[in-house]
């Protein structure tokens, strides 16, 4: 790491010189900021320090003109806010220094820092993991580290085009270790990594909390989750007892601005002897923000992003994550709306060259086409049971129909012999379609018999209606084994002789 220690420059005038000279600190009292920002973004925790004042001696703060009541050397803000933008003074021994000037930015940096592995209340020694995401790369951007007075940087490995990059700092001793990183217009938010010697600690997230937002505190013992019951502490009251080493805010109010720890009873693995462990955590305060510039993301068919409290001319960024635990992906998009193309959750941004919003609500989405394929699915199972039905009752149907059906015929009355063709539709070997029964009773013995032994497939479509002389007024009846009376059909003619 290499020692960054920035000296603050302020400009000074004097009788003999007609030019405008910087030089470092100077014997006066003068105010000085720590860590060293750039920029102020609301919600960062920021000291500033009247420098050169005696030990023990009497220190005024004012603030826009206006004297406060502090009379510490410090002045620690610990989340910083709009209300906070002004400037300052302080006096020491009867001196006092230049005006200091800070702008709290209502907004979010341009980068995000979070801690990938590890918790944001560590054993001293011991250290975390953090992730830096910058959605327009990382070209020309380096991380900082701040244990009190001391800045150091830190150095980032990452191959060209990266937005994202993963990087571990050096153990951790102090009690409190703020991160941050920068280019050189722009930022990313503070993480506040704090430390502790004792076994058991009360875990919460390393940014403060935000008013209508929920908070969690989480009571934890080192290398054990056997804890056998929780007391948690707001101050010295107890807020909660129980099994339950969790302690929810549903709903944050500026009254969860306070001093916490929890005392938690628990057994180490393998230890079945003696009486179990109790140990006190150490404090940890909990810091409050207002109600963040948070983009507001619309959907009807499509989605629409926009931040009424923003500024104007802001771009918009959309992301994406499949999965509620997956981290969100960037959507190479910066209009105000987008069309879906895929199911899962959406979230967008506003931004601007050096600050953006904060993400917006979000959002679940489902591609209609699954609602219409679930449509089709539900239809074609309905058929499919349709048709099963109809086939199980038509092959049933068809089981019992009779044998002989009626057929139509066709009369041709062309030529010397008139006669009918019978339309036969599904001959069997052996079978016979028969004729049409209602034939007058006037025509009863005008024909011979068709002769089932005497014919051949195909021999005979017609029958003549010129019968021998000898044989005019008779008939032979149509014979057929285990064929009862009336239970077949005659074929009716015209013109043969006799026939009254």
Same mark, same amino acid.
């Given at each position: ?12 005038? =004097? ?13 006066? +009292?003068?105010?000085?900021? /720590? ?61 006092? /220094? ?23 209340? $560590?054993?001293?020694?011991?250290? @975390? ?15 900082? $580290? ?19 990059? *993963? ?37 919460? #997230? ?21 804890? /056998?019951?929780? @007391?948690?502490?707001?101050? +010295? ?46 404090? !940890?305060?909990?810091? $409050? ?10 959907? =009807? ?22 999965? !509620? ?39 679940? #989405? ?12 539900? $239809? ?7 048709? *099963? ?8 149907? =068809? ?7 009626? @057929? ?66 008779? #008939? ?25």
């Amino acid at each position: 790491m290499t020692t960054y220690n920035q000296p603050l420059w302020f400009p000074v005038t =004097n009788a003999s010189t007609i030019c405008m000279s910087y030089f470092p600190l100077s014997p006066a +009292s003068l105010v000085h900021i /720590s860590p060293t920002l750039k920029q102020i973004f609301s919600g960062d925790l920021i000291t500033l320090s009247c420098r050169n004042s005696t030990s023990g001696s009497r220190v005024k703060w004012y603030f826009d003109g206006a004297e406060q009541t502090l009379t510490d050397t410090i002045w620690r803000i610990a989340v910083a806010a709009p209300k906070h933008s002004g400037s300052y003074q302080c006096e020491s021994n009867g001196e006092k /220094s230049d005006v200091f000037s800070i702008d709290v930015l209502d907004y979010a940096p341009s980068a995000s820092l979070t801690i990938k592995t590890g918790q944001p209340v $560590v054993r001293s020694g011991g250290s @975390v993991v953090l992730q830096l995401d910058h959605d327009d790369g990382l070209e020309g951007w380096k991380c900082w $580290v701040n244990r009190g007075i001391e800045t150091n940087e830190i150095e980032l490995r990452f191959e060209n085009g990266s937005v994202s990059v *993963v990087f571990q700092p050096r153990r951790l001793e102090n009690p409190e270790t703020i991160f941050w990183c920068t280019d050189d217009l722009r930022r990313s938010n503070q993480i506040m990594v704090r430390t502790s010697g004792k076994p058991v600690s009360l875990e919460m #997230y390393p940014v403060p909390a935000v008013v209508g937002e929920s908070l969690t505190l989480k009571c934890l013992a080192w290398g054990t989750d056997q804890i /056998s019951q929780t @007391v948690f502490f707001k101050e +010295s009251t107890v807020i909660l007892q129980g099994l339950n080493s969790i302690y929810n805010i549903s709903y944050v109010t500026e009254d969860a601005v306070g001093r916490y720890k929890c005392n938690a009873t628990f057994r180490y693995p393998g230890r079945t002897v003696g009486p179990p462990s109790k140990v006190l955590s150490d404090d !940890q305060e909990v810091f $409050v923000q207002a109600p963040l510039m948070k983009a507001v993301l619309s959907s =009807n068919l499509a989605m629409s992003c926009s931040c009424p409290r923003c500024d104007s001319s802001s771009t918009y960024y959309w992301y994406y994550k499949k999965h !509620q635990d997956q981290p969100w992906t960037h959507i190479d998009s910066k209009k105000g709306s987008i069309l879906p193309t895929q199911s899962g959750t959406y979230a967008c941004r506003a931004v601007w060259a050096t600050r953006r919003s904060y993400l917006s609500n979000g959002h679940i #989405y489902a591609l209609p086409i699954m609602s219409i394929l679930i449509c089709v699915v539900t $239809v074609l199972m309905v058929v499919g049971l349709a048709v *099963v039905f109809f086939l199980i009752y038509f092959k049933k149907r =068809n089981t019992t129909a009779p044998i002989y059906e009626d @057929v139509a015929m066709r009369s041709r009355d062309i030529g010397d012999d008139k006669y009918e063709v019978l339309q036969v539709g599904a001959q069997r070997e052996g079978d016979y379609d028969t004729l049409h029964p209602e034939a007058p009773e006037r025509q009863k013995g005008e024909y011979e018999a068709l002769k089932k032994e005497e014919m051949k497939e195909g021999d005979y479509d017609t029958l003549h209606p010129e019968a021998p002389e000898g044989q005019k007024g008779e #008939y032979e009846a149509l014979m057929k084994e285990e064929m009862k009376e009336r239970e077949y059909d005659t074929l009716k003619m015209e013109g043969a002789t006799g026939g009254e």
